[in-house]
């Protein structure tokens, strides 16, 4: 694989697995974190979140630290979820970037190089465990360890190790000691690589339309399948 496609591909399994396990983990919210006594409680808990919500809207603030290509990625926008299996992440900046899973691929829009990068969702996570948060059919006990971890920076914080030990190394929540909703999410893969995101305006239960969620490929943009890479 051409070295500048293979950094391409690199970049949105980066981001793809992050940034939908820190959407998934808005269904998680609040209270439920204090009123539960131990771990196992936790687990219990935000399972039951996750399984009642369907979709929601968001403001996000992410910064990616991309330790296999020693950079860092600043970005902001909105985000939209809707289970099963669609999300789109429209940006601010990077301006006019775009990442949509529409149930069955993941696109990725980098303007600056006028091209999609598509490839089926199965192939897009090195872990089983995003994509199944995806589908809506996430097991946060067989998916895996929570631990509560006390309070750092005037919040609660809650840590999820993966258990297949693949495409996700460990999650962190930060949860607002005030109004308990979760006030990051920050994820590390297995190669060190950091991304951090910032949610804010969050809206559950909305009713997302299905349209939001359509692919309309940008006029003169080629689309590059990277499913077989």
Do not use: C
């Amino acid at each position: 694989m051409p070295e500048k496609s293979r950094l391409r591909t690199q970049n949105l399994r980066v981001f793809s697995a992050s940034a939908l396990l820190a959407a998934a983990l808005l269904f998680f919210p609040s209270a439920i974190l204090l009123a539960a006594e131990n771990d196992e409680q936790v687990v219990d808990q935000l399972q039951k979140s996750y399984d009642s919500i369907v979709d929601f809207t968001a403001d996000f603030r992410q910064e990616t630290e991309l330790k296999t290509l020693n950079k860092t990625l600043k970005a902001w926008g909105k985000v939209s979820y809707k289970r099963p299996g669609k999300m789109l992440w429209r940006f601010e900046e990077p301006k006019s970037q775009w990442v949509l899973a529409d149930g069955k691929s993941l696109y990725f829009y980098q303007p600056d190089q006028k091209q999609v990068l598509k490839t089926p969702l199965k192939n897009a996570f090195r872990s089983d465990v995003p994509l199944t948060f995806l589908l809506g059919i996430g097991n946060l006990k067989r998916d895996f360890k929570a631990t509560s971890k006390g309070v750092e920076g005037g919040l609660y914080v809650v840590q999820l190790a993966p258990k297949d030990g693949k495409g996700v190394d460990e999650v962190t929540l930060g949860v607002d000691r005030q109004n308990y909703q979760i006030n990051w999410a920050r994820i590390r893969d297995p190669a060190g690589n950091l991304t951090t995101v910032h949610f804010s305006n969050i809206r559950r239960g909305v009713g997302v339309n299905d349209s939001v969620f359509r692919v309309q490929i940008p006029a003169g943009a080629d689309v590059v399948d990277v499913g077989a890479q």
